[in-house]
């Protein structure tokens, strides 16, 4: 190759590294090596994301496969490391002095920084300690909650986090669930957090979002958090809220134009959920540009495999995103709709635009160009993302002349897209004379990444790309084209999934090696950059390698973090070896008092402790708990001329302490007492007391007693247990509640209403009983029946006593009329004198037919020469069992015509009827007799049928 | 002849239970405060209703008097609303067998309404005799729904009683209506047996 080319740094004035290249051709520009490290600030070295470092002086080709070079210090951290390494050149600490610093974030919520000679820790900061007012459980959400695999077993910080080097601020983003009286938020949060001490800086930190699920019923409240205009996925009455539970932002944090910007995607596709990127003032935390890649659409996260957004040197951000709504009719070039689905996006500022006049994908950002794949729709069928991968920006100038600013990326289908930043391409869409019409862009290389799918970042180093699917593959620019092949010979052996991004270390062009974690082998491995095919250097990673992870060069080091580590190698020179003995911890409980720690070297050395992780302090030797939980000492010595560093760790488990809390009870009450407030004397945890009704009526607010009916009363006084005590007794207490003078009776069922004499009222009397407009429980209410003619009777006869319902009603299902018609007043009352009045009426109404339930028998039937009719008498006999309510009426229905009953008490609609004088009711069983007397023409055969009624006719 | 007071006035109820053969009622009457009245004796036979009852016919014989019949005496009465009426010259007594028969009495069962005969003692403007009860009559037989009979003597004129089936007994009773038969021919100047009565034995 007849040129080379590679790339000199500028610290910004924000601490984020862009690029600044030089393209040179036939020779080449080596840059002056600064008399300390470089700074790692940004995912991917820089802004470009190419990855390299190339002032590194110490990690020669030649040093790192000697026998010198070799895993140097690995330090526990609290959670698995998918974040990038950091590393600050010169930090002052208080009170440590000055430290080269490695930052790490782990997906357990804490943020460390080391001594990147010792990995002591300098300090290390939990972000679960910030909380919703309220909430009595911050954690790092529960993979389960996510419904996803993919990270386990909890998620807190995965992105990379971004360093201000110039005002020492480095910017974190973290995802906790957090429990507020009982219901789960789940909460993005931005941290600006002060490098030398982990102290909150700019007011932070402030909530990018908060979103609470009830769980399974896949139904959301979004409390906080931004939104854009849209009837995408999950949208509500038109706009699209970020929701917080299902987005993960994976992609490191950008730092550019005083802007911090943090980019999502989801949980295993688990939607609703889509692509962002947000925007926050990097001064005041406040929240200005919010861009939604598919407002009318769903999915197209932005993944990249962690890699942050690359930015030019214009500003403009550059992402990928994967799977999800394209619009595959165009408008003007771009998509209809404005989704944007598998599809390299070059976003820029829009400062014209505002959350209240939005541009189409948001506000603060836009669309300034795009690339979809012509094959988007099968790509995305197949869930074949193009976003899978990380995306780079070649050097300025490094392509063709007429392309000759030029960006790559690919995603899981291998093809590597080519595109010129100036003018990406857009989409081509297929047509039926043209199914697969070509990708315009500069170079469309299909299968060219080695080993299959792009999880990973490329990586740019001497006019060479690297690439790694399943094994790392070096391409080598000439004339700004890219063969569509790995150089032959330059592929890796296989790291497995999900591939491995390369980092570059070199000096100016000299000493160029690839560093990549392969999860496969659980190894760091230093490639040659001119011979990927063998290693230089091959080291177990303590912990095990976490998917997507990028160790980080730096100051003649390598740090890498794990599962549950962070390791560094580096050259050990000749100096001994020595150990530290570090005497276990043991148990203690929250309150105890201080713990000497009494760690020795063999070089006998001093020690010196740090907290690793936990609630606690170190001063000196002693270590001051400050809460309960494990808490993790780090004990370091740093070595001398002649001794190389050593550290050890142990563990103080520390219980929670007990509490005790007191509750005396409100003693006895009326209803009419009011809402009285409850009183305990809370135990030393920060959890409130809270009170509950074990039996009785009565509900409660907070410490707000309503009662809410008589009798016995118990309630319990509980309080929770917190980070450091356990929970108290709970202390039950039973009172009396009697019926209040205020109590108050209504009728509020079952008048007016009215029923045929001698039948049952057909509705319920029901009764009501308040205080002060609340419903009481228990009190017994006395129905009584009228002692008037017209009355009526209760199954249990003249009253009926009952106790309300926890509705406050009391209610009386039976009561008859009795025999007699009129109106009559039904009286409730209560022991306090209440009452209330029920207006029932008494229908006097045709009686019932009882023919059914009796035998007649028809006897003694003579025609009378006297009266000249026929005289004979009738037997009724009730055959029923059951009492036969009189008074009774005989009728002689179809009676001969011609004929009638010269005796008859009246005529009903059924015919002429005799009442049963004398027969107030019929037992079961007995016989009433009626004479009858038939009026006749003449001496002549007639008849009729004589049937039985109870009651009276009208 | 017979003489009333052997006849003796029962006044009251008599009541016999169902049988399988004929139930017979020995019927007398003292008309003697109605002598040379002529007016009509009235048998019926009637049920509760036309419709509920069990068939009977009750049958007159042994018809004894010593007044006299202006028309024939009805040989038997259905209990399906049956009316006889025959013509009478009152003397100082009547008196006759009425036997009961027929499924009513034999196989009773299902009926609601039970049947009564009656004799009704009438003036010549068909107006009862002062000596009759309220509805006109002297004495009155329930079937009743069980096959039973209750017999009744509804003035203090009449007697009835049961009457007795056995041969020797009506042997007797022939014998005595016989000798009466012609004491009443002296005393009414030989009005004659009725054919009816003669027919019965």
Redesign the interface.
């Known amino acids: 190759m007849g040129a080379a080319q590679y790339c000199g740094y500028a610290g910004t004035a924000q601490g984020e590294t862009v690029r600044h290249n030089i393209l040179a051709f036939g020779f080449i520009i080596v840059s002056i090596p600064s008399t300390h490290a470089q700074n790692v600030v940004t995912s991917r070295y820089d802004s470009y994301r190419q990855s390299a470092t190339l002032t590194e002086t110490i990690l020669t080709r030649n040093a790192v496969k000697s026998a010198s070079f070799a895993q140097l210090h690995s330090v526990p951290v609290d959670g698995q490391v998918y974040a990038q390494p950091l590393y600050l050149h010169g930090v002052t600490i208080p009170n440590s002095g000055v430290h080269n610093v490695v930052f790490v974030a782990t997906e357990h919520d804490g943020v460390y920084a080391f001594d990147d000679a010792t990995l002591a820790v300098l300090w290390n900061k939990s972000l679960l300690a910030v909380g919703l007012p309220g909430a009595t459980s911050v954690i790092p959400v529960p993979s389960n909650d996510v419904g996803s695999g993919d990270l386990t077993p909890e998620i807190g910080i995965t992105a990379t986090p971004v360093i201000d080097a110039s005002n020492g601020t480095i910017y974190v983003e973290a995802k906790t669930r957090e429990t507020v009286a009982g219901r789960n938020h789940y909460v993005h949060r931005l941290h600006a957090l002060d490098v030398a001490t982990g102290n909150e800086k700019f007011g932070g930190p402030i909530i990018i979002a908060d979103t609470t699920s009830p769980g399974a019923t896949a139904s959301y409240v979004y409390n906080s958090g931004p939104s854009v205009r849209g009837s995408g996925d999950g949208s509500v009455s038109g706009v699209v809220n970020f929701n917080a539970l299902r987005q993960l932002c994976r992609p490191g944090l950008v730092l550019s134009a005083q802007t911090v910007y943090v980019s999502c995607a989801s949980h295993g596709d688990n939607g609703p959920y889509h692509g962002w990127v947000l925007g926050y003032d990097a001064a005041t935390l406040q929240l200005k540009a919010v861009f939604n890649t598919v407002p009318n659409g769903s999915e197209a996260g932005i993944w990249q495999s962690g890699d942050a957004p690359a930015v030019d040197a214009q500003g403009n951000l550059y992402v990928v995103t994967g799977n999800g709504t394209f619009d595959g009719t165009l408008s003007g070039g771009f998509p209809v709709n404005h989704n944007y689905g598998d599809t390299v996006l070059k976003i820029s500022p829009d400062p014209a635009s505002t959350a209240l006049n939005p541009n189409p994908n948001g506000w603060g950002l836009k669309v300034a160009d795009y690339f979809t794949p012509s094959n988007q729709a099968s790509l995305s069928a197949s869930d074949a993302d193009v976003g899978s991968g990380g995306i780079m920006l070649l050097p300025d100038g490094a392509g063709p002349a007429v392309h000759p600013n030029l960006l790559v990326t690919a995603g899981k289908a291998a093809e590597l897209y080519v595109i010129d930043r100036s003018n990406m391409g857009h989409y081509n869409p297929p047509t039926s004379g043209t199914p697969n019409p070509p990708n315009l862009i500069v170079q469309d290389l299909g299968g060219a990444v080695p080993g299959g799918g792009m999880f990973s970042g490329p990586s740019w180093y001497a006019g060479h790309l690297f690439l790694s699917g399943g094994a790392l593959g070096r391409f080598s620019v000439t004339n700004g084209v890219i063969p569509p092949h790995a150089d032959s010979g330059q592929s890796s052996a296989g790291t497995g999934f999900p591939g491995a991004s390369a980092t570059i270390s070199a000096n100016g062009a000299a000493d160029g090696i690839a560093w990549v974690l392969s999860r496969s082998a659980n190894q760091l491995i230093a490639h040659s950059t001119d011979d990927l095919s063998t290693a230089l250097f091959r080291g177990s990673v303590p912990g095990g390698v976490v998917k997507f992870t990028v160790p980080t060069v730096a100051g003649g080091r390598v740090f890498a973090g794990s599962t549950n580590a962070l390791t560094s190698w580096g050259l050990t020179g000749s100096l001994q070896q020595q150990t530290i003995n570090f005497p276990a911890l043991g148990t203690a409980t929250f309150g105890d008092a201080p713990v000497a720690l009494r760690a020795t070297a063999s070089s006998n050395l001093p020690v010196t402790y740090a907290i690793v992780s936990g609630p606690g302090r170190v001063t000196g030797s002693t270590l001051t708990i400050t809460g309960a939980g494990a808490i993790t000492v780090q004990a370091s010595q740093a070595g001398d001329a002649t001794w190389a560093p050593a550290t050890a760790t142990q563990t103080l488990n520390v219980n929670k302490a007990s509490q005790t809390m007191t509750f005396a009870g409100p003693g006895n009450h009326t209803t009419s007492d009011g809402v009285l407030t409850l009183t305990a004397g809370a135990g030393a945890s920060t959890s409130p007391v809270t009170f509950s009704v074990v039996s009785g009526s009565a509900t409660i607010a907070g410490a707000a007693l309503t009662l809410r009916g008589v009798g016995a009363l118990t309630l319990k006084a509980s309080q929770a247990a917190d980070a450091n005590y356990n929970a108290a007794p709970d202390v039950v207490r039973t009172i009396q509640v009697t019926l209040g003078s205020r109590a108050a009776l209504a009728a509020t069922g079952g008048t007016p209403q009215s029923t045929p004499v001698s039948s049952a009222f057909p509705t319920a009397l029901q009764a009501r009983v308040t205080d002060g407009g609340v419903a009481l429980a228990g009190v017994p209410v006395t129905f009584a029946a009228p002692t008037g003619s017209v009355s009526g009777s209760f199954a249990a006869g003249s009253s009926f006593t009952v106790n309300t319902d926890a509705s406050g009603n009391a209610s009386v299902r039976v009561y008859t009329a009795n025999s007699n018609a009129g109106s009559q007043t039904v009286t409730a009352s209560i022991a306090n004198g209440a009452s209330a009045a029920f207006t029932l009426t008494n229908i006097a109404t045709g009686p019932v037919e009882v023919t059914s339930k009796v035998q007649?028998?028809?006897?003694?039937?003579?025609?009378?020469?006297?009266?000249h009719g026929?005289?004979?008498s009738?037997t009724v006999t009730n055959t029923s069992g059951a009492p036969m309510a009189g008074p009774l009426q005989l009728v002689f229905s179809a009676l001969?015509p011609g004929f009638s009953v010269a005796n008859a008490t009246g005529t009903s609609s059924y015919g002429p009827y005799i009442t049963l004088t004398g027969v107030p009711s019929l037992a079961p069983g007995t016989t009433a007799t009626v004479n009858v007397q038939f009026a006749a023409p003449a001496?002549?055969?007639?008849?009729?049928t004589p049937r039985l009624f109870s009651g009276v006719f009208p | 002849m017979m003489s009333l007071p052997r006849i003796g006035l029962l006044l009251g109820l008599l009541a016999l239970p169902a049988a399988a053969s004929p139930v017979s009622y020995q019927v007398a009457v003292n008309t003697t405060s109605a002598l040379g009245v002529v007016g009509d004796l009235?048998f019926?036979f009637?049920?509760?209703?036309?419709?509920?009852f069990q068939s009977a016919t009750a049958t007159i014989a042994l018809f004894l008097s010593d007044g006299h019949t202006t028309s024939a005496l009805p040989a038997s009465i259905n209990n399906?609303?049956g009316?006889a009426i025959t013509g009478f010259t009152y003397g100082t007594f009547l008196q006759f067998v009425v036997s009961f028969n027929g499924p009513a009495l034999s196989s009773p069962g299902g009926a609601?309404?039970?049947s009564?005969f009656?004799l009704?003692l009438?003036d010549n403007t068909?107006?009862?005799l002062p000596i009759t009860d309220?509805?006109?009559?002297f004495v009155?037989v329930?079937v009743?729904?069980d096959g039973s009979t209750t017999a009744t003597a509804t003035s203090t004129a009449a007697t009835i009683s049961v009457a007795t089936p056995e041969p020797s007994a009506a042997m007797l009773a022939a014998l005595g209506l016989l000798g009466g038969a012609v004491g009443i021919r002296r005393a009414f100047g030989g009005a004659g047996i009725p054919s009816s009565a003669t027919r019965a034995l």
């Open positions: 007649i028998l028809r006897l003694r039937l003579i025609y009378s020469f006297r009266s026929f005289n004979g009738v001969t001496f002549q055969p007639f008849d009729y | 009235a019926q009637v049920p509760g209703g036309a419709t509920g399906n609303f009316l609601t309404t039970g009564t009656s009704s009438l068909m107006t009862p309220a509805n006109g009559n009155t329930d009743n729904l």
